[in-house]
């Protein structure tokens, strides 16, 4: 699953100044660029199966690490993590590459990312493509209401990870321990059979790791791929990524006067017909017609998880080819 040595070979890391600091980027093909924007709990190299292919289809494919993870900036107030500044970073990282506009991918966190740069500066991002999370426009009620009046007796993880060190300090001492079985808990060979405690809730008073399955990895992920995983993680600690969800409520704020606004550049979106991102969101697929007026393709995987590029990489990359070449 793993790419050959040679497409590793041909990537280049850099550095590129932007708002948090400095943003550090993998990039490999000349071409129309095509920006890469990685989720929870990740980093660019959740990319490490597109960049290739997409470079050899004749695009510059550029995967970042956002700001909080990997070799990037980690700004140290919890509220230097709102979209705005994330969507900021994104903007600067095109202007460094010396290009005016891109096309931006997304997976989980990152389609959300991908989704609100291109609704802000529609200028620079012309097109997006969104891996997992479907877009739902800014407005409706507030989040962290939404969020505390999920799960009855059991608390959201989304929640739970809202207090500054909680979550840390479930993580941080056994972070291959936690990641691996949060990367099994949403994929489609290894979550929770029906019936099965929900690993995205919490029992009062446990953690989250309580309900990940054990002792084993999913297909898609090697000891290899989880080492490297593991040590950026160990490297960086967790708050910079969990600080993206201590700002929803911010981000509810500060997008207030785009309340309801559709996407309207061409678009993609890739769910796994498993994922709870597309199960509970189905309402806002439906919604497509009215929020992605410029949707080009909507794929859902069936017997896929969360990790849509990773569990399923030459299918993805072939949605992913064939809309950029739609898009030419």
């Known amino acids: 699953m793993s790419p050959t040595p040679s497409a590793a070979k041909d990537r280049t890391h850099r550095m590129v100044p932007s708002p948090a600091g400095r943003t550090h980027l993998v990039e490999q093909g000349t071409g129309p660029l095509v920006l890469l924007v990685h989720g929870f709990p990740e980093s660019w190299y959740s990319w490490r199966h597109q960049l290739p292919v997409i470079a050899a289809a004749g695009y510059r494919a ?113 972070v291959r321990g936690w990641l691996a079985g949060f990367y099994a808990a949403l994929s489609a060979d290894t979550m929770p059979g029906p019936g099965a405690p929900d ?35 160990e490297r ?35 769910g796994g017909g498993l994922d709870a991102s597309t199960i509970w969101l189905a309402d806002a697929i439906k919604a497509f017609p009215d929020t992605l007026p410029g949707l080009l393709a909507s794929h859902v995987l069936d017997g896929c998880g969360h990790w849509v590029q990773q569990e399923r990489p030459a299918e993805v990359n072939r949605i992913l080819t064939d809309w950029l070449a739609e898009l030419a």
């Open 236 to 270: 960086t600690g967790l708050t910079g990524a969990l600080n993206r969800y201590r700002n929803m409520d911010r981000d509810w704020a500060d997008l207030a006067d785009h309340a309801g606004a559709p996407l309207t550049q061409p678009s993609l979106f890739v």
């Open 62 to 174: 550029v995967a970042v690490d956002q700001r909080g993870y990997g070799r990037s900036s980690r700004p140290q107030e919890s509220a230097a993590y709102r979209m705005l500044d994330l969507v900021d970073d994104h903007v600067a990282v095109v202007h460094a590459l010396g290009e005016e506009s891109a096309v931006i991918v997304g997976h989980d966190w990152g389609a959300t990312v991908a989704a609100h740069a291109a609704l802000l500066r529609p200028d620079v991002f012309r097109a997006a493509g969104l891996l997992s999370v479907p877009y739902t426009p800014p407005g409706g009620p507030r989040p962290s209401d939404v969020f505390a009046g999920m799960g009855g007796d059991e608390e959201f993880y989304v929640s739970y990870f809202q207090e500054p060190g909680r979550a840390e300090a479930e993580i941080e001492p056994d």
């Open 199 to 233: 690993p995205h809730f919490v029992s009062r008073g446990g953690l989250l790791r309580d309900r990940f399955p054990a002792g084993k990895l999913p297909g898609w992920l090697d000891e290899r791929e989880l080492d490297f995983y593991a040590g950026e993680f």
